[in-house]
């Protein structure tokens, strides 16, 4: 249903900062980053964190908000009113983000919460059976997870291109529509060897 969701307050804003946030979230993972701020400590550390979130942010922004500004141009519309309209195409690669970059985490921490399901507050109780539980870090390998990440970014990108497709011929006549998403297209080819790039960082 993301083809038929209007335009609201605040939806560009959130799904701006979720995308940008995730890739930081990845980005400040890789090998580069870790090694550049290893020296920083201190109110620094955060400081150079937040700024290196809020740039993620507003590179994913800005690069969107371009696309957007073509699209216009072919168009013969608005840049904003496009970008309102385009937005929930970029749902499904928020989606994938999430997904690649904690899915494990879920199925090796998330073990945590299990075994913590049955004594809560540390009182000795077993009231589901899982406070002997032994967490399982061999439950995934390395090459699964990879696999899992690699898949969810790409399906949640061809994802993204569908509902663009659909929102675009639903907005203008076949040809019209097919050219308005010519750059958003390439953003979002962008972001997903970017996506692919900070997962093998």
Do not use: C, K
Request: hydrophobic share 60%; aromatic share 10%.
């Amino acid at each position: 249903g993301l083809a038929q969701v209007q335009p609201r307050p605040g939806l560009l804003a959130v799904v701006m900062v979720a995308l940008g946030s995730t890739t930081f979230d990845g980005v400040s993972r890789m090998q580069w980053w870790t090694t550049w701020t290893a020296g920083i400590g201190g109110i620094a550390r955060p400081v150079v964190f937040t700024a290196g979130l809020l740039a993620v942010i507003g590179l994913v922004t800005v690069a969107y908000l371009l696309a957007m500004r073509a699209a216009a141009a072919v168009a013969g519309g608005h840049w904003h009113a496009l970008a309102l309209r385009f937005v929930p195409s970029l749902i499904p690669i928020v989606l994938a983000y999430l997904i690649a970059h904690y899915f494990s985490f879920l199925a090796l921490e998330g073990q945590i919460g299990l075994l913590r399901l049955s004594d809560p507050f540390g009182l000795g109780w077993d009231l589901f059976g899982t406070a002997d539980w032994v967490l399982n870090l061999a439950l995934l390998t390395p090459t699964a997870i990879w696999y899992v990440q690699v898949a969810a970014i790409v399906v949640g990108h061809v994802g993204g291109v569908i509902v663009a497709h659909d929102r675009a011929i639903a907005l203008f006549d076949p040809e019209t529509a097919v050219r308005t998403q010519y750059a958003l297209l390439a953003v979002m080819v962008a972001f997903t060897a970017s996506g692919l790039l900070i997962l093998s960082g």
